[in-house]
């Protein structure tokens, strides 16, 4: 079975801070893709990166970066110098390579940002 | 261009009613898939349709279900309302039913049972 989990339900930083969000999931699947998705209060999910299972490069883009280990199951999401606006809620997700429109989400993470 | 719309935006219903809720996807897009994020969870996918057909299901009762349009847009169907189903129900299109295509969320309907 899939399953997506993020152990932090809620963190708070200081604005400039640098934060990391944790996720880890379990499959048995050779080929899969993992997600992250912002949920602000609007409550649109809002795409923020895709990657596939055979591609462990880590990813930059901005203040945003990725980790994906498969050695230890995970693929965390680090913002660096936060920002008010990052404040919201964050989904990790897992498809199956052969059902790639059927995302499990984790519980999320709730981020704050304060000023 | 548009987003993904959904209507109404928000909903309250009596346990027993029934509910249907409207997706339009983004234009050109033919892959349409519902989800249920109860407060404090994370989304669960309910359905897929693609080119008008159920491609895909989650695990929700028969109580649940829906339907595609010839413009691809979409409806969610619910029938003898709990309170359990008490959800922001999101709306998300894709350009195919799956490959590297990414799936866009709609803001969502938020219903409330009571």
Redesign the interface.
């Given at each position: 079975a899939q399953k997506v989990t993020q152990a932090q339900t809620e963190i708070s930083v200081v604005e400039k801070e640098d934060v990391t969000l944790d996720c880890v999931y379990e499959t048995r699947d050779t080929t899969y893709y993992l997600f992250w998705y912002k949920q602000p209060p609007s409550g649109e999910l809002v795409f923020l990166i895709r990657r596939n299972s055979f591609d462990e490069q880590n990813e930059i883009s901005g203040r945003y970066s990725w980790n994906f280990q498969k050695s230890t199951s995970s693929f965390n999401f680090t913002i660096t110098a936060s920002q008010v606006v990052d404040s919201a809620v964050y989904f990790c997700a897992l498809s199956r390579g052969d059902s790639s429109y059927k995302l499990i989400f984790g519980s999320g993470t709730r981020l704050l940002v304060r000023p | 261009d548009a987003g993904v719309t959904q209507s109404p935006t928000h909903l309250i219903k009596t346990r027993g009613q029934h509910v249907t809720l409207r997706c339009s996807p983004i234009s050109g897009h033919k892959?349409v898939?519902w989800?249920q994020q109860v407060l404090?969870?994370?989304?669960?996918?309910i359905f897929?349709y693609?080119e008008k057909e159920e491609?895909?299901r989650?695990n929700f009762p028969d109580r649940f279900s829906a339907r595609q349009f010839p413009n691809y847009s979409s409806e969610l169907n619910v029938n003898a309302l709990l309170l359990g189903d008490s959800a922001?129900y999101?709306c998300?299109s894709?350009l195919a039913?799956?490959?590297?295509y990414?799936?866009?969320?709609?803001?969502?309907t938020?219903l409330t049972v009571t």
């Open positions: - | 892959s898939s989800y404090g969870q994370g989304p669960q996918f897929q693609y491609r895909g989650g922001l999101l998300a894709s039913r799956q490959g590297l990414e799936q866009y969320f709609g803001p969502g938020r």
